[in-house]
């Protein structure tokens, strides 16, 4: 298994993550809204998009935001596979930088659509992650 498959608990800025188990707990606490909000600048993400990514309002997340809120459970896990996506991304192509520009550039392996987009969902995430494992063992895609 690869370590960034291992790897799901933010640590040093908040977006890596280091392993399933400790990601679990994680969630359940419930990320810092910074965590979010860094990785909506490392992504330059708009607060809309953020506050989708999160499954709530732009109104709640600026809500959130402005009170230092912790996440709860569902906003968590949804952060969580964004966070896992930005750790893959980083480990195939080599920076964050890197990773990030993938992640909001229309990808004809998914029809057109960002991979931030289709990560949305469940299923959708687990298509980005498969495409970022076709990458990593040279598939063209």
């Given at each position: ?14 977006l890596r ?10 969630i359940?606490e419930?990320?810092?809204?910074s ?29 959130y ?5 912790r996440?709860?459970?569902s ?11 930005l750790?893959?991304?980083?480990e ?6 890197k ?6 550039e229309?990808n004809t392996?998914l ?9 949305l969902?469940?299923?959708?995430a ?8 076709g ?6 895609l």
């Open positions: 298994m690869s370590q960034a498959l291992a790897s799901t608990v933010p640590e040093d800025d908040g993550v280091t392993n399933d188990t400790d990601a679990d707990n994680q359940r419930g990320y810092s809204i965590v979010a909000t860094h990785l909506q600048e490392v992504l330059d993400l708009s607060d809309e998009m953020m506050a989708e990514i999160l499954g709530r309002s732009r109104r709640t997340y600026r809500r935001r402005n009170a230092d809120k996440l709860g459970l906003e968590s896990e949804r952060l969580f596979r964004y966070l896992r996506l750790s893959r991304g980083e195939i192509f080599g920076s964050r930088e990773a990030a520009w993938w992640l909001n229309p392996a029809d057109g659509r960002k991979p931030l987009e289709v990560a969902t469940a299923p959708g687990v298509v980005v992650e498969d495409l970022l494992g990458l990593e063992h040279g598939f063209p």
